[in-house]
């Protein structure tokens, strides 16, 4: 049983939801001094964090869609984190290919890519270019060429692993005084009237029940807003629409990331080199089950494939590893999926409570500093927000290449150090990864790893290997049984539950 740090209060501000605009919230306003706390009922990054197309990026289609404040905040955001968290976002070049198109459509396409490039000012990365069809072909070669008439490039970034993006977003705030829970889920909230003054949360490990005080409450809990809004108190209309993306990894078939339109609903979507794979997503579509429970179907496989190998007919035989699925949050709107804008909103209509609804990775720091801006005012402080400057931990100090600095950045000598106490510890977890044992026992003594699968998918980048890193899944367990003192059945237990995880992601 984990034994939890005082909750008795009161904090000056709760968070609900520990993705990755949760994350940014607790790390802002621990950094302001405010007391601070976030709850999560499952493990940090584990919902709409980790079902993204892994981008940092400005949104060439929201240009489209006349959506111009949202993508200069995600332009200048970008900006923001490949300087704070330059260890895990890197700038990534994509190509935007075109065939068979008017000259009206290059005109356009030509202005787009001029707009985009003005609206990141004060970009380091470069500047678009168009190249013509040879151009374009000798850099992707499976790329289908007829009709084929150049494509242009640009530049935006990728995150291997905004899971990890929101870990070190998490470690920042318990720097810095926050109190922040895992696997604990709010059950109900305390009232004085109509003014929300703390939450009753319950520990799904330890299994205690307790009262939290508190001056506010954010409810940042993504697609399960209108779920926990209703255990705040009154709530009676939805106020979140979720829709359900869906990506998978197969073989590589290209080189470049591609931005392409699919045939057969007019969507765009990506093939992206990610680590060895290529990464084909996203779908769209409505989804009103518990987003927890959100797969892949058939349907959903079948229309990515359709749609990428109408451009890389390799596609069709390459051979499909897993797949991947999240529910995003968006600002309740009619219309298609597609066409509903990515623009949060923050609204703080009830005493004692902030709702967040909506939101892109791209833009969490400024999304989180916005909220915890009015969360400043309405408690009577004023103190500077300094997340755009400060590095996140592992891009505090200057670091070499390798595997460890690829996952931790500065933050590897640490681990390092780990191994050093103990020969053990620096033996690779199976003889074909890279990640050692050391990497478990930092993962739970200092990022709050509970389960092997948190391990996996989300403390590491194992899960994400061909096999989702199943050889090394008995070692894990072995070193997270010794930390946390499971006994021989429990260990089992997580080695099992691990497999029937990565079995329902297997296509």
């Not at 030509?110 to 380091?124: E, V």
């Not at 992206?272 to 179907?297: C, H, K, M, N, Q």
């Not at 990428?308 to 995003?328: E, F």
């Not at 400043?376 to 290449?401: I, Q, V």
Request: glycine letters at 8%; charged letters at 25%.
């Amino acid at each position: 049983m984990r034994s939890l740090p005082d909750l008795a209060g009161p904090f000056d501000l709760a968070i609900i939801g520990g993705g990755i605009l949760g994350a940014g919230i607790a790390r802002d306003a621990a950094r302001r001094g405010l007391r601070t706390f976030l709850v999560e009922k499952a493990d940090y990054a584990s919902g709409t964090t980790a079902g993204s197309t892994r981008l940092i990026h400005g949104g060439l289609r929201y240009l489209e869609m006349l959506d111009f404040r949202l993508v200069r905040l995600d332009l200048r955001e970008r900006e923001t984190v490949l300087r704070i968290a330059r260890h895990l976002v890197k700038p990534l070049e994509f190509l935007l290919p075109f065939y068979d198109r008017s000259l009206l459509f290059r005109t356009k396409l030509r202005a787009g890519m001029l707009l985009y490039d003005w609206l990141s000012f004060d970009k380091s990365l470069p500047n678009h270019r168009f190249w013509n069809a040879r151009e374009t072909s000798l850099a992707e070669p499976e790329l289908r060429p007829q009709g084929l008439q150049g494509a242009a490039a640009y530049h935006d970034a990728q995150v291997d692993s905004p899971e990890r993006l929101t870990i070190e977003n998490i470690v920042d705030a318990r720097e810095h005084g926050a109190v922040t829970l895992n696997y604990t889920e709010v059950t109900g909230a305390l009232l004085e009237g109509e003014t929300l003054r703390g939450l009753r949360v319950h520990d799904l490990i330890g299994g205690g029940q307790y009262e939290v005080r508190t001056r506010l409450v954010v409810n940042a809990s993504g697609p399960w807003f209108d779920r926990v809004a209703a255990r705040l108190g009154p709530h009676p209309r939805r106020m979140v629409r979720t829709t359900k993306g869906v990506h998978l990894a197969c073989d590589p078939v290209n080189r470049h990331a591609v931005a392409l339109v699919s045939p057969l609903d007019g969507r765009l979507f990506f093939v992206i080199p990610w680590l060895g794979y290529s990464w084909v997503g996203t779908t769209d579509t409505d989804f009103d089950d518990d987003p927890a429970t959100a797969r892949a179907t058939s349907e959903d496989v079948r229309y990515l494939i359709e749609s990428a190998a109408h451009y890389y007919p390799a596609l069709r035989k390459v051979r499909i590893h897993w797949t991947n699925a999240g529910v995003r949050a968006l600002v309740m709107k009619p219309g298609s999926e597609s066409s509903i804008s990515r623009l949060h909103r923050i609204v703080a209509d009830r005493p004692g409570l902030i709702s967040l609804l909506g939101g892109k990775i791209t833009g969490y720091r400024a999304i989180a500093q916005e909220v915890v801006d009015l969360a400043s005012r309405k408690l009577g402080l004023r103190r500077p927000c300094d997340t755009a400057e400060a590095p996140l931990p592992g891009a505090r100090e200057r670091f070499g290449e390798g595997f460890l600095e690829s996952v931790y950045g500065c933050r590897a000598d640490r681990v390092r150090a780990l191994a050093s106490q103990d020969p053990r510890l620096a033996e690779p977890l199976a003889p074909e990864y890279p990640d050692i044992a050391a990497q478990v026992i930092f993962s739970v003594r200092e990022e709050q790893c509970v389960h092997v699968e948190d391990f996996m998918l989300r403390r590491s980048l194992l899960g994400f290997r061909p096999d989702q890193g199943l050889r090394a899944a008995d070692a894990v367990a072995f070193w997270m049984a010794r930390e946390l003192g499971w006994s021989e059945t429990q260990r089992q237990r997580e080695v099992e539950a691990y497999r029937r995880r990565a079995q329902e992601v297997t296509v």
